[in-house]
């Protein structure tokens, strides 16, 4: 499996921005599709964004418009660019590699890294 390393987390007032980085412990360009998760206190784990191998991105409703996800090859990193953020937008957020020929192992998971917006 891919191993993920999330960093860039932290305590922010509402309106203002983070980036969120996901190093993987492999070619980034190898994987089918890099997702970014979010975990709110109490709810369940939803999609916030996605980059696919060829770069087609798509993203929750809820984040459109504010948050961007991009990647650096060269680095094997995944970012989350996070503008206008929100009191509603506090959760652990987790990097995800998805890789359906891994069967089983097809998604690897980071250990998450947290994100607190203050009102």
């Known amino acids: 499996q891919v191993q993920l390393v999330e960093s860039g987390g932290g305590l922010v007032q509402s309106g203002g921005s983070l980036r969120l980085s996901c190093v993987a412990s492999e070619n980034i360009f190898s994987i089918n599709v890099m997702h970014w998760y979010r975990q709110p206190p109490g709810k369940e784990r939803e999609l916030v964004a996605a980059?696919?191998?060829?770069?087609?991105?798509n993203y929750a409703d809820s984040v459109k418009g504010r948050f961007t996800i991009s990647r650096e090859g060269a680095k094997n990193t995944v970012y989350l660019q996070m503008n206008s953020l929100k009191p509603e937008d506090t959760a652990v957020y987790y990097c995800?590699?998805?890789?359906?020929?891994?069967?089983?192992?097809?998604?690897?998971w980071g250990q998450g890294t947290q994100v607190t917006v203050s009102s």
């Open positions: 995800n590699a998805f890789r359906p020929s891994m069967g089983q192992f097809a998604n690897s």
């Open positions: 980059i696919t191998s060829g770069g087609r991105t």
